[in-house]
């Protein structure tokens, strides 16, 4: 059993993730901003604290995150003015890194996007480039923090039923992926070591998540 904590916990993914957590017996802590959602994130099993990460310095977070085990970046701006954009999905996700060290937790998941990087491609004048380019940033931050991460690059979010099969490694473009997949491979790899390191872009597919990242494991070793 492992105590693991979502930042951004009212997500549709991170409802998902700390329900499939809570059912294997881990012990959930869900950040969340708004308090009025509170009753849905306890329904999951989690530990309901409302945190609002946009505005905690990184030693209140490292308050928030210490005893965990693991920590789950799944919060995001949403959409709105570029300046919020950069405030949450680049700052706040920096200083959540930042504040896991502090609070002496090495692994690390974050839920980006298929695509994301320096070369996303997204031009300025796109409404979809703050975020582009924020994800960008806080990926190449964590990927050079000392952490044990792993970034999760999954493609179209869509509220289709999970399917408990996906597709990856090499080659893959992105098409689309339930967000309730997106919860069971984060699931999954916070319980493989393997891929500590690895960038996974997926979509949904014909292979079960649990053979899937076992494969990927195969690939890189």
């Known amino acids: 059993m492992s105590r693991i904590a979502i930042i951004g916990g009212h997500g549709k993914v991170a409802l998902h993730l700390a329900r499939d957590l809570s059912a294997n017996g881990h012990q959930v802590t869900s950040l969340f901003r708004n308090p009025d959602h509170t009753a849905d994130v306890e329904a999951t099993g989690a530990t309901a604290v409302v945190a609002d990460v946009e505005n905690l310095s990184t030693d209140e977070i490292a308050q928030k995150l210490a005893g965990q085990d693991a920590v789950v970046w799944s919060a995001g701006a949403g959409g709105g003015t570029a300046e919020r954009t950069y405030a949450v999905d680049r700052d706040a996700a920096i200083r959540s890194m930042d504040a896991a060290k502090a609070a002496g937790v090495s692994r ?53 039923p999970g399917t408990g099969k996906i597709e990856t490694g090499p080659g893959v473009e992105g098409t689309q992926v339930s967000r309730e997949d997106v919860a069971l491979v984060a699931a999954a790899v916070l319980d493989r070591p393997a891929t500590i390191g690895q960038t996974i872009e997926f979509n949904n597919g014909s292979v079960p998540v649990d053979a899937a990242l076992d494969a990927l494991k195969e690939q890189n070793s």
């Open 108 to 160: 690390y998941v974050m839920v980006s996007y298929f695509g994301a990087g320096p070369d996303h491609g997204v031009p300025e004048d796109d409404g979809f480039y703050a975020y582009a380019d924020a994800k960008a940033a806080a990926d190449e931050y964590l990927r050079g923090s000392g952490l044990d991460w792993t970034i999760l690059g999954p493609s179209a979010l869509t509220l289709d």
